[in-house]
């Protein structure tokens, strides 16, 4: 039977490597690059990043966790991370009433993609547009 082990609240993969594992935790990171948290956590604890997570003790367990604990991981990264939102959206930035709108903020282009997407205005009327250019908008009324 293969137990389930827990990091920082979050189930992590049992079957795969550790620094992969780790990765599933919101706030570590994806890449094991020199600079990756990941692979500062795993190297700071001497902790082989290719072995399986099924393979560590409870003592390499807690020492991960007491770790991770340094960082803000999880909840209270994405708590921080709508607080900075709800900032700039306060504060009228252009960022923020971009975020309002719901359009893209860091000037992406949007001539052909985001077309469809959701507005968060509640206080406009939306009209209709015709997405393609092939057809016309249907009237509204």
């Known amino acids: 039977m293969v137990r389930t082990i ?32 990941a692979r500062q956590i795993l190297e700071k604890l001497n902790i082989n990043p290719f072995s399986k997570t099924k393979d560590l003790t409870d003592e390499q367990i807690n020492l991960i966790n007491h770790e991770i604990q340094q960082f803000a991981v999880e909840g209270d990264l994405k708590q921080i991370k709508k607080q900075n ?7 009228n930035c252009l960022q923020g009433r971009l975020h309002s709108m719901g359009k893209k903020v860091r000037g992406q282009p949007t001539r052909h993609n985001n077309r469809t997407r959701p507005s968060g205005i509640v206080s406009f009327t939306k009209q209709r547009v015709a997405v393609a250019g092939k057809k016309k908008a249907p009237t509204q009324g």
């Open 6 to 37: 827990r990091i920082s609240n979050v189930n992590i993969l049992v079957h795969k490597n550790v620094y992969v594992a780790l990765s599933g935790i919101y706030g570590i990171g994806k890449k094991f690059r020199k600079k990756s948290r």
């Open 85 to 91: 939102i709800d900032e700039k959206i306060r504060i």
